[in-house]
T-cell receptor, first 115, second 110 residues
């Protein structure tokens, strides 16, 4: 069974640009969550989608947005990139309708570097 | 106050010893807790989850939950150098968000 797939694995962007990251969940999983991981802050919750609806959102500025498609694949977008957006962006998928109903499995992440 | 707190470590234990990793949480509405292991440069992988008060054992790992004290722990018996990693505690808040602690770095020396 294929795991969670995130693309691309690595990205280098310049300040002011925008970026789109993609996540394909495990087959049969309908919930997708996104996290930002930095050395100082750890894993910070960005948002969660279930059946194409954003179910929850973390404390990030509006430059961070996401969506989920009917096949459960999800994308997140960051506009007007800042140096502080450099981080590992992780996507996790789970079967459950609610967070914590079932285990969440992570993809390998996208390492974003903003220069 | 962070919703899930962990000591960043590092926690150093000799091979074969018991490693005890601790986590506290602030939201009394939290019901589900997860322990993830993350090797350097890799993504987190699930080790265990626990929903009920008490202990849950899986091989060398035991998760403990005390809802009255708002405390979760992970015990690793017979620690091996390959257990050296960062261990992340996560809890589902009353707002249905999976919130992570910053992780505890474990070093197991041969």
């Amino acid at each position: 069974k294929a795991g969670v797939t995130q693309t691309p694995r690595y990205l280098i962007k310049t300040r002011g640009q925008q970026v789109t990251l993609s996540c394909s969940p495990i087959s049969g999983h309908r919930s997708v969550s996104w996290y930002q991981q930095t050395p100082g802050q750890g894993l910070q919750f960005l948002f969660e989608y279930f059946s194409e609806t954003q179910r929850n959102k973390g404390n990030f500025p509006g430059r961070f947005s996401g969506r989920q498609f009917s096949n459960s694949r999800s994308e997140m977008n960051v506009s007007t990139l800042e140096l502080g957006d450099s981080a590992l962006y992780l996507c996790a998928s789970s079967r459950g309708r609610q967070a914590g109903d079932t285990e969440a499995f992570f993809g390998q992440g996208t390492r974003l570097t903003v220069v | 106050q962070k919703e899930v707190e962990q000591n960043s470590g590092p926690l150093s234990v000799p091979e074969g010893a018991i490693a005890s990793l601790n986590c506290t949480y602030s939201d009394r509405g939290s019901q589900s807790f997860f322990w993830y292991r993350q090797y350097s440069g890799k993504s987190p992988e699930l080790i265990m989850f626990i929903y009920s008060n008490g202990d849950k054992e899986d091989g060398r790992f035991t998760a403990q939950l005390n809802k009255a004290s708002q405390y979760v722990s992970l015990l690793i018996r017979d620690s091996q150098p390959s257990d050296s990693a960062t261990y992340l505690c996560a809890g589902v808040t009353g707002f249905q968000k999976l919130v992570f602690g910053t992780g505890t770095r474990l070093l197991v020396s041969p």
